[in-house]
């Protein structure tokens, strides 16, 4: 069969599928799978990147965005290496995203012939490559045998080709047992932690919770932060790891806090998490419910109220007091600045935390008052790979859109960049806390016994020209170091580079 015949027959699979948008990384060997979507651009939406890796990333924001498979088209050789970090993130958020990588015929595989690499199963479990069984709840791989040359026969394939539906079916998940469990009454009681959710799960989350009346650990990601604050534990990673509850149920993704994390060495605490991944997210026992929460929810029945959380509520006033004071007190810290963005990117379309620091810092310092219900992250492998990528993807369509990104998070994918040139510009703004490299690891407790040189590795302090990136991709730039240098901030026509430099001195004073 001609080079035409295949790539359009394989595009015309992928729509039937339901893939609707492309992002295409050209090159020799893909250029008649480019061709070919050239000729389908009205009945499909097609992005176009240079750089593979971001490239996939952006197509894994625009699968968050709009809950639909996303292809990204890529020649072949390292180009379909390059795919792995996005193709790995997808799989743990439980993403379509969708690899078509070009091949070089079947004789050249392994023959070492410039850019032919194996690349049958490059991704091994993180994709399926079976598109007859693919439910379009993780990555699909279709690795195609292209020559370079092909011959256009056909210019209208793809008329009448309908863009398919996705059905995903979850099986039979142990509802009756979480009830039961949910029932039990037990000495120390029960907290819900509720980590990344969908948007139509927020609704059923958030009348659960409140039917429940149990303390609430709300990531930032699971938009009900604000509206739970009425039950929500506050300071949760000290106060929970002082008096650890008996159950702990887990609602969507795994949360960020230091307290999931320490749960892996408190095995007499009682682990149930209802997830659409099906992973427990520890490496403990812990019981897992697979499937969305909209649907799991409402079939446990009736919620009975859990009683006697007066105390731990009472306790969460007083703390969430003294952090208030706090944030008062050192407003140019790198808390305050979390306090400071979260109220500028609480008025906007939404916002996307781009690594550990900013989510962690916006889940205990962001405002409470507004309600913001699209907080995205990538908490799949938490990689900070490909953050700038993914939050272009899933914010390409909004206006007024927030980014956070640690400045060697930023770093690590300038190239993504690129695709400021295609999404919507006007009132974004990626602020950079730019703290120095990676001052997460000031927080290792092993981190005091190392070396000053080993120390320095872990942070990988590159200092960076940030108005000079800004120039580069067109961007408007400000630079703030204390919290009133925003005052009446807007945000522009094109979109705002906002590297912020924290008091790193203020930092320490309101950590002690
Ligand atoms: C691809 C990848 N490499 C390395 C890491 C380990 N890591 C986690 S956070 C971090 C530092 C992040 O630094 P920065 O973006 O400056 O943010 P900060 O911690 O200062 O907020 C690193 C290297 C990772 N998560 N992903």
Redesign the pocket.
């Given at each position: 069969m001609g080079g035409w015949k295949i790539a359009t027959g394989l595009l015309g699979k992928a729509v039937e599928a339901g893939v609707s948008e492309f992002v295409v990384c050209g090159g020799a060997h893909n250029a008649v799978l480019l061709e070919a979507l050239a000729r389908m651009a009205d009945s499909v939406k097609v992005w176009s990147h240079f750089e593979e890796r971001s490239a996939g990333f952006f197509a894994l924001g625009r699968t968050m965005a709009t809950g639909r498979p996303c292809a990204v088209v890529v020649t072949s050789g390292t180009a379909v290496a390059e795919l792995l970090?996005s193709v790995i993130e997808a799989f743990y958020q439980a993403r379509p995203l969708v690899l078509i990588t070009a091949d070089r015929p079947a004789s050249f595989t392994g023959s070492g012939a410039p850019q032919s690499i194996v690349q049958t199963g490059i991704f091994s479990g993180y994709a399926t490559v079976d598109l007859e069984k693919w439910e379009g709840k993780s990555p699909l791989h279709l690795n195609v045998e292209l020559e370079e040359n092909f011959q256009i026969e056909n210019h209208a394939v793809f008329a009448g080709l309908e863009v398919g539906g996705f059905a995903v079916d979850f099986g039979k998940p142990n509802v009756g047992g979480l009830a039961r469990w949910l029932r039990e009454r037990t000495l120390r009681g029960l907290v819900v932690m509720i980590g990344d959710l969908e948007p139509e799960e927020q609704e059923g989350v958030f009348h659960f919770c409140r039917e429940l009346g149990a303390p609430v650990v709300a990531e930032a990601t699971s938009g009900l932060r604000e509206v739970l604050k009425h039950l929500a534990v506050m300071d949760e990673d000290r106060f929970l790891k002082s008096k650890p509850p008996s159950k702990v149920l887990r609602l969507g993704g795994v949360p960020s806090g230091r307290f999931w994390r320490d749960l892996e060495s408190m095995p007499e605490v009682s682990v149930w998490s209802v997830c659409r991944n099906g992973l427990r997210g520890l490496g403990r026992d812990a019981e897992v419910v697979t499937g969305s929460l909209e649907r799991i929810l409402p079939a446990m029945g009736e919620i009975e109220a859990i009683g006697d959380t007066a105390e731990i509520l009472e306790g969460a006033k007083a703390r969430r007091q003294r952090i208030e004071e706090a944030l008062a007190a050192y407003p140019d810290s790198e808390q305050g600045w979390m306090r400071t963005l979260s109220v500028y990117a609480s008025i906007s379309s939404g916002v996307y935390l781009?690594?550990?620091?900013?989510i962690r810092g916006w889940n205990a310092f962001a405002q409470w008052e507004r309600p913001v219900r699209v907080v995205r992250a990538n908490r799949g492998a938490?990689?900070?790979?490909g953050q700038i990528s993914s939050w272009l993807g899933a914010s390409a369509d909004e206006v007024d859109t927030w980014g956070i990104?640690?400045?060697?998070?930023?770093?690590?994918d300038f190239a993504g960049l690129k695709m400021l040139g295609q999404v919507e510009a006007k009132g974004r703004v990626m602020a950079v806390?730019n703290?120095g490299?990676?001052?997460?690891?000031d927080r290792l407790p092993r981190l005091a016994t190392m070396s000053e040189k080993a120390k320095s590795w872990m942070a990988?302090e590159s200092p960076v020209d940030f108005a000079a990136v800004a120039k580069a991709w067109g961007m408007d730039f400000l630079r703030v170091m204390r919290a009133d240098d925003l005052d009446g901030f807007e945000g522009n026509d094109c979109a705002t580079l906002v590297e912020v430099v924290p008091d790193a001195a203020q930092g320490l004073c309101l950590l002690k």
């Open positions: 970090p781009g690594n550990s620091l900013p938490n990689g900070i790979d990104f640690g400045d060697l998070t930023a770093l690590y806390i703290n490299g990676g001052r997460i690891f990988a």
